[in-house]
């Protein structure tokens, strides 16, 4: 039986798209997504989605997180049981540090 570990997400950027937000954005967009906060951390546990989460940011990196969840492992990372993964809104994406724990 395979055990299932959790997964801390970590906020490592919010990322300022510049001209495409200018170009593209509605006039009300925010610059930076205000969902998350940089530094901010999260932990998936059972291969859940955290409490207070982004919905969004989370069907962007899940398959990320369960691959870490069952012993996983992404050989263009250096360090074993780790990935980075992002949110992919175009107008303000949000880059993630996903460690097995």
């Not at 940089?38 to 932990?43: K, N, Q, R």
């Not at 990935?83 to 996903?98: A, E, H, N, Q, Y």
Request: charge should be neutral; hydrophobic fraction near 40%; charged fraction near 25%.
């Amino acid at each position: 039986m395979m055990s299932e570990h959790d997964v801390r997400i970590t906020v490592l950027k919010k990322v300022k798209t510049g001209e495409v937000l200018k170009d593209y954005g509605a006039s009300n967009v925010e610059a930076e997504c205000p969902a998350v906060k940089e530094g901010a951390e999260y932990i998936s546990t059972a291969g859940k989605i955290p409490s207070g989460f982004c919905g969004w940011a989370w069907a962007d990196i899940q398959r990320d997180i369960a691959v870490l969840a069952f012993g996983g492992d992404f050989p263009w990372i250096k360090k074993k049981g780790t990935m980075i993964s992002c949110c992919t809104d175009g107008l303000r994406p949000v880059i993630f540090k996903l460690e097995r724990v």
